[in-house]
């Protein structure tokens, strides 16, 4: 059976229903791609239930250039 659930996706807020369980799944339904390193709470492998509210904060892309080469990475680091 559906449930509501609240989804905060660096800020933008989502409001919506889902028989799912597991916040990676309901991610993963509602086509949420994540980066490793985008932080998310309750955690991907939490159980919920109705009413829960999962937030998304959101990694930088950041390109680092060195001797020539550049490299691009994620990082939910506010300095560098």
Same mark, same amino acid.
Request: aromatic fraction near 6%.
């Given at each position: =059976? $559906?449930?509501?659930? &609240?989804?905060?996706?660096? +800020?933008?807020?989502?409001?919506?229903? &889902?028989? %799912?369980?597991? *916040?990676?799944?309901?991610?993963t339904?509602? =086509? %949420?791609?994540? %980066? #490793?390193? #985008?932080?998310? &709470?309750?955690? *991907? #492998?939490?159980? /919920?239930?109705?009413?829960?509210?999962i /937030? @998304?904060?959101?990694?930088?892309?950041?390109? @680092? $250039?060195?001797? +020539? $080469?550049?490299?691009?990475?994620? &990082?939910?680091?506010?300095? *560098?």
């Amino acid at each position: =059976r $559906a449930h509501p659930i &609240t989804i905060i996706d660096n +800020g933008i807020t989502y409001e919506t229903y &889902t028989a %799912f369980h597991v *916040v990676k799944d309901v991610l993963t339904q509602l =086509r %949420f791609e994540l %980066f #490793d390193e #985008d932080l998310v &709470t309750p955690s *991907v #492998d939490a159980v /919920i239930d109705a009413h829960t509210k999962i /937030i @998304i904060v959101r990694s930088q892309a950041i390109h @680092i $250039a060195k001797d +020539g $080469a550049v490299t691009n990475v994620h &990082t939910n680091a506010s300095t *560098v």
